[in-house]
Every structure is written in C-alpha cells, then in structure tokens.
C-alpha cells in the first residue's frame, strides 16, 4: 500500500526566494512519485514524475524534485520564486509497475503563497 | 476544444434535485476518471472507466452514479445529495490504466454547492 504526506498546508516566500516544498511517502514497493500544481480555478496540471530513473528529476517552470530513498522523501524545490507560482501543489505516489490495478494516492496539498 | 473539458463549471443544487456532470476528453484516451477534492483532504478516487467499462467504484454512495458511453465522454448524475457532498468534482483522463505510468490530464472541474 502506498501513502503519503505533506509537510505543511501553506508556506510563503519572497519572490526570488528558494522554494523548498516537503513530502514523505510510503510504499511497500519501489514507488512512481509525481508532483502536481493547481492554479486557481484550474484542474492538476503535472509538474514531474520519478520512475526509477535519475533520481533528480526536472519538471516545468524550473522545478525539479530528488527522490531520496533512505529518507523517504521526494522534495520539491525552485531556485529562486516568481509571483506567477503562487498555487496549490501536491504530491502523490503510486505502486512504481504498469498495473491497471495501481492508483495514484495523493497528499493534502500544500499552498504556495509568494510575497513580493 | 482542447485536453479535458468539464460542464458545467459552478452549479448549486438543492438536497431534493438531480443533476448531471459532464465531461469529454479531446486526447484519445482510453481511461477516465472521476475525483472529489474537498477542502483540505486528499483528492479522492470515485470511479475509473476503461473503454467505457467500469473498473473502480471506491465505496461511493449510490447518490452518484457514473455513464461512460464512449472513451471520450464520462457524466456523474447526482440525486439527492448531502450538503457534505460539496466540493469541487474533477474529471481526468490518461492514455490507458496502469496507475502513473500513463499521465493523468484533468479538467477544470466542477465546484458543487448542495444547499
């Protein structure tokens, strides 16, 4: 079964700031790990995907994500934050093999507010 | 039209009405999906279609009952629904199953408001 969690409902940051977004997982197999962003009045749009590849992985709009195994984690970060990244972000896991029978679990969420 | 569209965007309805959830994915997908994101909670799985065949009900009330007539159309009829059954209601669609090795695409969703 697989699980996760993420490390704070809302963080803010000044714009150019480093954006650090915090997730942990559970699975009892190697895991696919995404993350996903949600403007406002907008569905899930994916940002980037971790499937046993390289363990950094890079997404759109200058994030990227490094999957530590020995930590469980699968971080999200951005060097330096632009106003327009203000939005919901989730993390999500999923049993990391081709099964019609794998969902995807998604966290909570976390909201990113950037601060001028 | 383009990706996933969803109809309508807002819609509020009494505990006593019926309502129907449209959805149409422009991709050519093979898998549909329904979602219920609620304040706070993670978003949930209601329903998975495959080639319009149903695949995955999560313990969902009979309240909601999903049509899948064809792989690019997915509705959610609604009757007599709880105010708890307010949320924001997400259709997704993915080139096949096989949990996230096929990327998920989602609509705009639905913002539901039972009074």
């Known amino acids: 079964a697989q699980s996760v969690t993420q490390l704070g409902s809302h963080v803010s940051v000044s714009e150019g700031a480093l954006v650090l977004l915090r997730c942990n997982y559970s699975s009892s197999v190697p895991p696919y790990l995404f993350w996903y962003v949600q403007y406002p009045n907008q569905g899930l749009q994916l940002l980037l995907k971790y499937t046993s590849a390289a363990t950094l992985v890079k997404g759109i709009n200058g994030f990227e994500a490094e999957f530590k195994k020995s930590e469980t984690s699968f971080h999200l970060t951005k060097p330096s934050a632009h106003m327009s990244d203000a939005a919901e972000y989730f993390c999500?896991?999923?049993?990391?093999?081709?099964?019609?029978?794998?969902?995807?679990?998604f966290g909570s969420g976390t909201r990113l507010s950037i601060r001028p | 039209e383009t990706g996933v569209t969803q109809t309508p965007r807002h819609l509020v309805m009494g505990m006593t009405n019926k309502k129907s959830l449209k959805c149409e994915q422009h991709?050519?997908?093979?898998?549909m999906y329904w979602y219920k994101q609620s304040a706070k909670k993670p978003l949930e799985l209601m329903f998975v279609?495959?080639?319009?065949?149903?695949?995955e009900n999560n313990s969902v009330p009979s309240r909601f009952s999903p049509e899948c007539p064809n792989s690019s159309h997915l509705f959610l009829h609604l009757h007599t629904l709880q105010p708890e059954d307010s949320a924001l209601y997400l259709c997704?669609?993915?080139?096949?199953?096989?949990?996230?090795?096929?990327?998920?695409?989602f609509g705009p969703g639905t913002r539901l408001t039972v009074t």
């Open positions: 997704a669609s993915s080139q096949d199953l096989g949990g996230g090795y096929y990327e998920q695409y």
């Open positions: 991709l050519g997908h093979n898998a």
């Open positions: 279609y495959s080639l319009e065949e149903r695949v």
């Open positions: 999500a896991v999923s049993g990391g093999t081709y099964s019609s029978a794998s969902k995807i679990i």
